[in-house]
């Protein structure tokens, strides 16, 4: 009894973690983003990174870029550029929202 309320707890404290994890409606972060030199104004959701070379990232907004190793904003987060922040990511993809 007591393992399967455990499980049962854990099960739930996982959901809910996803569930903060996922991002809900998009806003729009406002400033601009620089990827590789080209800028997206009030940029939102999922940006396509260099395949072959990491790409250089200005952060000139107000919210955290995410890095993430999948093409398609998927797989693991490799690094957070902060408001404000420069960086080479070596991942694939970035969200901003």
Same mark, same amino acid.
């Given at each position: 009894?007591?393992? %399967?309320?455990?499980?049962?707890?854990?099960?739930?404290?996982?959901?809910?973690? #996803?569930? #903060?994890?996922?991002?809900? /409606?998009?806003?729009?972060?406002?400033? *601009?983003?620089?990827? $590789?030199?080209?800028?997206? %104004? $009030?940029?939102?959701?999922?940006?396509?990174?260099?395949?072959?070379?990491?790409?250089?990232?200005?952060?000139? /907004?107000?919210?955290?870029?995410?890095?993430? /190793?999948?093409?398609?904003? $998927?797989?693991? *987060?490799? +690094?957070?550029?902060?408001?404000? +922040?420069?960086?080479?990511?070596?991942?694939?993809?970035?969200?901003?929202?």
């Amino acid at each position: 009894m007591m393992r %399967r309320t455990a499980r049962l707890l854990g099960a739930c404290a996982a959901a809910a973690m #996803l569930a #903060l994890a996922t991002p809900g /409606t998009a806003q729009a972060a406002q400033g *601009v983003l620089f990827i $590789d030199g080209a800028p997206n %104004r $009030d940029p939102s959701g999922c940006f396509p990174l260099g395949d072959f070379a990491p790409s250089k990232v200005s952060n000139y /907004t107000r919210g955290t870029a995410w890095v993430w /190793t999948g093409p398609s904003c $998927d797989g693991e *987060v490799m +690094q957070a550029i902060f408001a404000g +922040q420069v960086a080479i990511a070596a991942g694939r993809s970035l969200y901003i929202e």
